[in-house]
């Protein structure tokens, strides 16, 4: 089974990636340059049907895996990958659950620790832990001094119908994550330092993630209306405002960089919402800020940003 995500061991990571979604199929190839600067040595895109692929997290995503193998086929050919074994993959975000959990008593034992940890992956994923594959991680710790988990779960049922759509192909994913830790690499993978935002619209609503120092601090899906979207993000911007005017003066640069992608939010416009709550002047990273050279095409930054950002962990 691959893993979702671990820093327990030191894996070799394929510099191919492959992100899906509700409508679409992505695979990219990078080539690192100095510098942390990355350039696309192949990539593609294809046209799902909106049928073929319903991501969630309780019900099955795939109506036709065969029809879904035969396309990957495809994009493979047309990007001139289909020899390629080795791949991460992101999947959509309603198809995984990311979550950032708390201790917020300290714990007697390791026991005793596990067993509260447990129960809150338990709550948190609203399924039992015997029906899901799950990994989680430590972060450091919050301004109370308390106990900080990452930890990502899919359903196993649902990870089986992918895993069966690569096995047709031959393919090996050996990390699979949700879109929106694709794409924060762009944010945690340089060195940066400070606060800085991911804001990734989807069908369903949006995910917003804040890290600081390239660790997550703030991490929130919300699911609402297109016209509520605006609404929502200002009030994750005042909570995040209010935890930050709680905190010991000058213990992290303010946030200043915002990463916006998927369609359904303007960057400006996100933009302009952030500096007008935060009172500061918020920068919409682009590509050439990121280190990504992307090549004179049609080819959308926003198609590949969680794949390529997969791809960058085989120089991590």
């Known amino acids: 089974m691959p893993k979702l995500l671990s820093k327990l061991i030191q894996p070799w990571y394929p510099a191919t990636a492959l992100g899906l979604e509700r409508g679409v199929a992505s695979m990219v190839q990078l080539e690192g340059g100095r510098k942390g600067v990355f350039t696309l040595r192949r990539a593609a895109s294809i046209t799902l ?7 969630g997290f309780d019900d099955p995503n795939i109506a036709d895996l065969s029809q879904l193998a035969e396309a990957l086929n495809e994009l493979g050919t047309s990007a001139g990958l289909l020899r390629q074994r080795k791949w991460s993959v992101s999947l959509p975000e309603a198809t995984m659950r990311t979550l950032i959990l708390t201790m917020e008593n300290q714990t007697g034992s390791k026991s005793e620790a596990d067993e509260v940890l447990k129960w809150k992956m338990e709550r948190g994923f609203g399924a039992p832990l015997d029906e899901l594959s799950i990994s989680n991680e430590s972060l450091p710790r919050d301004s109370q001094g308390r106990e900080r988990y990452l930890a990502v779960g899919i359903r196993l049922s649902v990870l089986a119908e992918y895993e069966s759509v690569f096995a047709v192909l031959g393919w090996r994913a050996g990390l699979i994550l949700p879109r929106h830790l694709g794409e924060a690499r762009w944010l945690t993978g340089n060195g940066s330092t400070g606060d800085s935002l991911l804001l990734t619209a989807h069908d369903d609503g949006f995910t917003a993630a804040i890290f600081r120092d390239r660790e997550p601090l703030i991490l929130r899906t919300v699911v609402c209306e297109p016209e509520e979207r605006e ?6 911007l005042l909570f995040y405002r209010d935890r930050r005017a709680a905190e010991v003066e000058g213990a992290a640069q303010p946030l200043t960089k915002l990463l ?17 709550t935060l009172g500061s002047h918020i920068h919409v990273l682009g590509p050439e800020d990121l280190g990504l050279q992307l090549p004179a095409s049609d080819l959308r930054f926003d198609s590949i940003a969680a794949p390529a950002g997969l791809a960058t962990l085989h120089w991590s």
């Open 260 to 276: 916006v992608v998927g369609r359904g939010f303007g960057k400006e416009r996100a933009s302009e919402i952030a500096s007008e």
């Open 49 to 55: 049907s909106d049928s073929l692929i319903t991501p």
């Open 231 to 236: 609404d929502e993000f200002y009030r994750l």
